[in-house]
Protein backbone atom coordinates (compact mmCIF):
# COMPACT_ATOMS: atom_id res chain seq x y z
CA UNK A 1 0.00 0.00 0.00
CA UNK A 2 1.32 3.21 -1.06
CA UNK A 3 1.49 6.32 1.81
CA UNK A 4 -0.60 8.91 0.88
CA UNK A 5 1.13 11.45 3.31
CA UNK A 6 3.46 13.90 1.20
CA UNK A 7 6.06 14.50 4.02
CA UNK A 8 6.58 10.79 4.66
CA UNK A 9 7.08 10.24 1.16
CA UNK A 10 9.60 12.89 1.28
CA UNK A 11 11.76 11.69 4.24
CA UNK A 12 11.70 7.88 2.49
CA UNK A 13 12.62 9.30 -0.47
CA UNK A 14 15.89 10.82 0.99
CA UNK A 15 16.42 8.27 3.37
CA UNK A 16 16.68 5.63 1.11
CA UNK A 17 18.65 8.11 -1.28
CA UNK A 18 21.02 8.71 1.54
CA UNK A 19 21.49 5.19 2.91
CA UNK A 20 22.07 3.61 -0.80
CA UNK A 21 25.21 5.97 -1.02
CA UNK A 22 28.59 5.30 -0.24
CA UNK A 23 30.03 8.68 0.33
CA UNK A 24 26.40 9.33 2.28
CA UNK A 25 27.90 9.23 5.89
CA UNK A 26 30.32 11.51 4.83
CA UNK A 27 28.54 14.36 3.28
CA UNK A 28 25.95 14.36 6.54
CA UNK A 29 29.42 14.81 8.40
CA UNK A 30 30.18 17.75 5.77
CA UNK A 31 26.95 18.91 6.34
CA UNK A 32 26.79 19.60 10.06
CA UNK A 33 30.40 20.64 10.57
CA UNK A 34 29.25 23.69 8.03
CA UNK A 35 26.18 24.40 10.25
CA UNK A 36 28.46 23.86 13.44
CA UNK A 37 31.34 26.42 11.67
CA UNK A 38 28.15 29.31 10.58
CA UNK A 39 25.57 29.22 13.74
CA UNK A 40 27.99 28.69 16.32
CA UNK A 41 31.69 29.71 15.49
CA UNK A 42 30.40 32.94 13.31
CA UNK A 43 28.15 33.99 16.06
CA UNK A 44 30.96 34.04 18.34
CA UNK A 45 33.56 36.22 16.81
CA UNK A 46 31.46 38.49 14.08
CA UNK A 47 28.19 38.91 16.24
CA UNK A 48 28.63 39.78 19.71
CA UNK A 49 26.39 40.58 22.13
CA UNK A 50 26.27 44.47 21.76
CA UNK A 51 23.54 45.24 24.03
CA UNK A 52 24.97 43.28 27.25
CA UNK A 53 28.20 44.48 26.58
CA UNK A 54 27.35 47.86 26.53
CA UNK A 55 24.37 48.73 28.74
CA UNK A 56 24.46 46.93 32.36
CA UNK A 57 20.52 46.87 33.19
CA UNK A 58 17.33 45.79 30.80
CA UNK A 59 16.12 49.55 31.15
CA UNK A 60 18.98 50.76 29.41
CA UNK A 61 18.93 48.13 26.64
CA UNK A 62 14.93 48.68 26.73
CA UNK A 63 15.90 52.41 26.00
CA UNK A 64 18.61 52.02 23.58
CA UNK A 65 16.27 49.91 21.30
CA UNK A 66 13.43 51.74 21.43
CA UNK A 67 15.64 55.16 21.06
CA UNK A 68 17.04 53.22 17.69
CA UNK A 69 14.03 52.00 16.22
CA UNK A 70 12.60 55.51 16.41
CA UNK A 71 15.30 57.89 15.09
CA UNK A 72 15.36 59.50 11.70
CA UNK A 73 17.14 58.51 9.30
CA UNK A 74 19.06 61.77 8.97
Keep these: MQNKNIFLRAFN ?3 EGFRS ?3 GRTLW ?3 LIKL ?3 FVI ?3 FFFP ?3 KTN ?3 DE ?3 DYVIEQLTKPNN
Design 13 to 15: FYY
Design 49 to 51: NFL
Design 42 to 44: LKL
Design 29 to 31: LII
Design 55 to 57: FST
Design 60 to 62: ERS
Design 36 to 38: FVM
Design 21 to 23: MTL
